[in-house]
T-cell receptor, first 114, second 113 residues
Framework: GNSVTQMEGPVTLSEEAFLTINCTYT??????LFWYVQYPGEGLQLLLK?????DKGSNKGFEATYRKETTSFHLEKGSVQVSDSAVYFC?????????????FGTGTLLAVQP | KAGVTQTPRYLIKTRGQQVTLSCSPI?????VSWYQQTPGQGLQFLFE???????NKGNFPGRFSGRQFSNSRSEMNVSTLELGDSALYLC????????????FGQGTRLTVV
């Protein structure tokens, strides 16, 4: 079946450090891939997406590239800020039939220290 | 454009009671999905509605049900509440039928005591 695996957190970084959060997926077919971010006490916000192989999604300095050969969609940012502290979820769209169902990874807590 | 609105934001219920949560999607969005978020199980898909029809359902007991109205607003109902139903319930709306791109509300925090 379809599934998403994320690196365990928490990830603790100093401000301006480089960020990588690993995400790999298992899916039949060609799902769309997403990164969502959740700030404390809030719902999820779409951070970026990629809909086909080799696509690069980017937003607010974050980037992720859809790698079909390694079934990965790692999230990166060159210089993190304290305001980036949140939980990050990798997700894929379920494939097969008309649906907007998303399958999420377990989430990775990022804590950025000043 | 207004975002996804969920009401209420917080609820406290007693075991055995039932509860109804409401979700108003982004204007023009016809698809509404519901998710349950808990520390132990993470984000789990409950069900999806599109044009008033349930077209996908997750692996939850029949105590969990939902519906969608002609204006795309959706409600979910949980009957005979159990302590384990305590969670953040998130609603997401999507513009198209199958893109997977979803916009989430802030959620309803349900506590069962």
């Amino acid at each position: 079946g379809n599934s998403v695996t994320q690196m365990e957190g928490p990830v603790t970084l100093s401000e301006e450090a480089f960020l990588t959060i690993n995400c790999t997926y298992t899916a039949t077919g060609y799902p769309s891939l997403f990164w969502y971010v959740q700030y404390p006490g809030e719902g999820l916000q779409l951070l970026l997406k990629a809909t086909k192989a080799d696509d690069k999604g980017s937003n607010k300095g974050f980037e992720a590239t859809y790698r079909k050969e390694t079934t990965s969609f790692h999230l990166e940012k060159g210089s993190v800020q304290v305001s980036d502290s949140a939980v990050y979820f990798c997700a894929l769209s379920a494939v097969g039939g008309a649906t907007n169902k998303l399958i999420f990874g377990t989430g990775t807590l990022l804590a950025v220290q000043p | 454009k207004a975002g996804v609105t969920q009401t209420p934001r917080y609820l406290i219920k007693t075991r055995g009671q039932q509860v109804t949560l409401s979700c108003s999607p982004i204007s023009g969005h016809r698809s509404v999905s519901w998710y349950q978020q808990t520390p132990g199980q993470g984000l789990q898909f409950l069900f999806e509605y599109f044009s008033e029809t349930q077209r996908n359902k997750g692996n939850f007991p029949g105590r969990f049900s939902g519906r969608q109205f002609s204006n795309s607003r959706s409600e979910m109902n949980v009957s005979t509440l159990e302590l384990g139903d305590s969670a953040l319930y998130l609603c997401a709306s999507s513009q198209t039928g199958d893109s997977g791109e979803a916009f989430f509300g802030q959620g309803t925090r349900l506590t069962v005591v």
